[in-house]
């Protein structure tokens, strides 16, 4: 079980830095990425540090008008994952 969840965590943070590399992903969405690397780095519960980044990307995705639709799709693609992780 929890090699599993190691392995989606681990493909999250690849994910994380695929968007964070876009150079159409704007900054902001970046800095909010760089945060959620963090929450999901420390040493909380799982499921909080989950439960943690998946309210900071909703807050991101709600706030920004600048965004690319693709960008955003991806940003709710990585809650999708996130809340996979927790099972």
């Known amino acids: 079980m929890a090699e599993d ?7 999250i943070f690849k994910t994380i830095k695929e968007i964070k590399e876009d150079t159409s992903t704007p900054k902001n ?3 909010k990425l ?3 690397t963090t929450i999901l780095g420390s040493v909380e ?9 998946m309210h ?3 807050d991101v ?3 920004n008008n600048n965004m690319q639709p693709y960008t955003r799709t991806q940003l ?3 809650v999708s994952m996130l809340e996979g ?3």
């Open 85 to 87: 992780s927790l099972y």
């Open 45 to 53: 519960d799982h499921s909080i540090k989950v439960s943690r980044a």
């Open 56 to 58: 900071e990307i909703e």
């Open 5 to 11: 969840v190691d392995s989606r965590i681990t493909i």
């Open 76 to 78: 709710w693609n990585l």
């Open 29 to 31: 969405v970046k800095l």
């Open 34 to 36: 760089e945060h959620i």
């Open 61 to 63: 995705v709600d706030d």
